[in-house]
């Protein structure tokens, strides 16, 4: 069966994860999103802040991998990469920000089409942590844990039971090489 996402646990978190809460909470708009959680300006991947760097080199890193995984229907229908019918490394991170939440907020249910891949790590996830929706699947979220998802799948969280749940996401494009 196709899984509608992939998980990979990032080994260094205990580490950047309290580098990366701090970027968040400092660079929070004022301005609630739909559900009442708040989030960074969405350029938070061109800032050159060196612990956000450092987990999209990683998640960078991760990218061809997933896309060839989702390309394959989860499976492997073939070892190798050349033969999907695109560049594997064609794909850049579009759009990155962090999002704080509090008890009593939430993100509404939404997707982020037109990208092709979406992405959420999970920097801090108090006990009790709403899980992340998607597709109606509830995922237990995890410090250190990343989800990428195809970007038109809807997905949201329930409230927030506790404060400080906090997420850095983000969006992926194709940028089909020029001929």
Not at 103 to 112: E, I, L, Y
Not at 149 to 159: D, K, N
Request: proline fraction near 5%; charged fraction near 15%; aromatic fraction near 12%.
């Amino acid at each position: 069966m196709f899984s509608q996402y992939q998980l990979f646990d990032y080994v260094y978190s205990s580490k950047l994860n309290p580098q990366l809460y701090n970027v968040v909470c400092d660079n929070l708009v004022k301005q609630p999103i739909m559900g009442g959680g708040f989030i960074t300006p969405l350029n938070l991947h061109t800032r050159g802040i060196k612990s956000v760097d450092t987990l999209l080199t990683w998640i960078r890193n991760i990218i061809p991998h997933a896309a060839f995984k989702f390309s394959q229907g989860g499976e492997d229908k073939t070892d190798d990469s050349t033969q999907v019918g695109y560049n594997v490394n064609s794909f850049k991170i579009d759009s990155c920000w962090g999002i704080h939440y509090n008890k009593g907020q939430r993100v509404a249910k939404h997707n982020h089409f037109p990208y092709i891949i979406s992405f959420g790590y999970c920097v801090n996830a108090p006990d009790k942590s709403s899980p992340f929706i998607l597709e109606g699947e509830r995922i237990n979220i995890v410090p250190g844990r990343l989800i990428m998802f195809l970007s038109h799948q809807y997905h949201g969280t329930l409230l927030s039971k506790v404060d400080g749940r906090c997420m850095i996401v983000g969006n992926i494009l194709y940028q089909s090489p020029s001929s």
